[in-house]
T-cell receptor
Framework: GAGVSQSPRYKVAKRGQDVALRCDPISGHVSLFWYQQALGQGPEFLTYFQNEAQLDKSGLPSDRFFAERPEGSVSTLKIQRTQQEDSAVYLC?????????????FGEGSWLTVV | KQEVTQIPAALSVPEGENLVLNCSFTDSAIYNLQWFRQDPGKGLTSLLLIQSSQREQTSGRLNASLDKSSGRSTLYIAASQPGDSATYLCARGEAGNNRKLIWGLGTSLAVNP
């Protein structure tokens, strides 16, 4: 596609519900990132994929968070048993290669509200 | 601990002014420094990327500088326009395989007609 696409754009979940957020990166982009941005804050790194390999998941806040990119393109971020502190915008970004210097492209985010 | 700090947190200026947004970071061993723009309800748009070996980058009315020794970057916006109103975030890229970004909290800019 022309840009990074994320779905759903908005999600309201009841506390304890599981959610799945989808990211379609730009076609051919090797690197894929997930970031979490709380209201009034800068984004916080969650996890990084290089093709299908999850090379860094050090930012995932708990074992309730799980991400996958099984075929090296579309990625899904899953949050189990959601809690109110999970309310945030979840941003996906992709980059052409693993070499820094290429522009990173962000999607518009998935806005999660846990009630 | 905020590794990347942006000053001011908010700024309101009349149209046409030249302005400077500041970003400071605590780790001088950065890989690169990037400036992004975020509009309400939207994702992030990359504005300028400065590699650690570079001193500045320019794009149109935007100029970003990097001083690694002092741990500072500035974003200069010339002849500001109402369309420049947005939140501007700086992020330093870590060395390493993923080059993940460490972000500031942003400067919220309002340019008034």
């Amino acid at each position: 596609g022309a840009g990074v696409s994320q779905s759903p754009r908005y999600k309201v979940a009841k506390r304890g519900q599981d959610v799945a957020l989808r990211c379609d990166p730009i076609s051919g982009h090797v690197s894929l990132f997930w970031y979490q941005q709380a209201l009034g804050q800068g984004p916080e790194f969650l996890t990084y994929f290089q093709n299908e390999a999850q090379l860094d998941k050090s930012g995932l806040p708990s074992d309730r968070f799980f991400a996958e990119r099984p075929e090296g393109s579309v990625s899904t971020l899953k949050i189990q048993r959601t809690q109110q502190e999970d309310s945030a915008v979840y941003l996906c970004a992709s980059r052409l290669s693993a070499v820094t210097g290429n522009t990173i492209y962000f999607g518009e985010g998935s806005w999660l509200t846990v009630v | 601990k905020q590794e990347v700090t942006q000053i001011p947190a908010a700024l309101s200026v009349p149209e046409g002014e030249n302005l400077v947004l500041n970003c400071s970071f605590t780790d001088s061993a950065i890989y690169n420094l990037q400036w992004f723009r975020q509009d309400p309800g939207k994702g992030l748009t990359s504005l300028l990327l400065i590699q650690s070996s570079q001193r500045e980058q320019t794009s149109g009315r935007l100029n970003a500088s990097l001083d690694k020794s002092s741990g500072r970057s500035t974003l200069y916006i010339a002849a500001s326009q109402p369309g420049d109103s947005a939140t501007y975030l700086c992020a330093r890229g870590e060395a390493g395989n993923n080059r993940k970004l460490i972000w500031g909290l942003g400067t919220s800019l309002a340019v008034n007609p």
